[in-house]
């Protein structure tokens, strides 16, 4: 069993720190090397028993890896085509094309450099493959927590269903994105109130320059349409950001109830970045997801990674720019 250690380890930080606050990147870190660690000992138990048997597996597991990337190269860069017929022509909409030529450049790119076998080139070279194994780990964390976050159902009551808003379409009506918020929310407290509580729809979005009226009017709209109760749902219309959503929806929990709980609501790409600001903005409830279209979920997720690296960037930015220090050393 002490090949199994470290995962063993690793799982009861998990554990620990799950248990304490489930809203934490970190704990998409710990899973990763749970997982990490308990193949490598899997693998280890294996070569006790039959090392050819092992090395065949292990052989396979390389193998897979630079076959898995050209498969998510290809792919992503079919879905970059697909968002851009479907959403538009705006930098967000590229975010998948361009990460899938990226993967598919990078082999060739490597070659390149090794025969122009230039030093400065070289380093440079070396230092952005460092700096993308950083990032290609980060976000393996990211996306794997992001799955199992969006995957955990709480049964707990909760006195507020908090509904963040994503844009309006022709300044007043509720786009589809939304819709499936909206919808996700009403499921809920529809449940809720089967089970003997009673709480409150909040609808949280302010007012954009090109919209005719606030997001959370709109929103509180199409609830009352749907069937829900006018005088159960509260509007929160002076946000601006997820950050604004959920302070100022926290600021009018509070008023109501110094001890409520809630449940906030977002598509399922965002689940895990609402969740962390959720934490950071001391807000008592924990986020669920509502579906989102197949072509649209992979730039949305590389740009909810892009943004929580981004929030962390002093954390991030000394770790790159160590790597880039290791590499500069190890070459002088």
Known sequence: ???????????????????????????????????VFFAAGALLVLASVSQSAAAALLYIGLALIPVSGLALGIFLIFNGFTMLRREGRRLANLLSLLAGIGIIAFVPLQFLVALIDWQPLT??????????????????????????????????????????????????????????RLDRARRVFDAHRRRGRDPVLITSGGQGPDEDVPEARAMADYLVAGGAPAERVLLEDQSRTTTENLTFSGALMRERRDDYRCVIVTNNFHVLRAALLARKTKVNGQVIGSPT????????????FIAIFVEHRIFNGTVCGLITLSVVLDAV
């Open 1 to 35: 069993m002490v090949a199994f250690a470290p995962a063993a380890l690793f799982f009861l930080l998990f554990l620990i720190s799950f248990l304490r606050d489930r809203r934490k990147l970190r704990n998409g870190v710990y899973l990763f090397f749970t997982l």
């Open 123 to 180: 380093i440079a070279a070396e230092v952005v493959t460092g700096v993308l194994g950083y990032v290609s780990v980060l976000f393996l964390c990211f996306l794997l927590y992001a799955v199992v976050y969006g995957r955990i159902r709480s049964r707990r009551g909760v006195d507020f269903i908090v509904v963040l808003g994503a844009g309006l379409l022709d300044g007043s009506r509720v786009p589809p994105l939304l819709a499936s």
């Open 293 to 304: 279209a197949w072509y649209f979920w992979p730039s949305a997720i590389l740009r909810e």
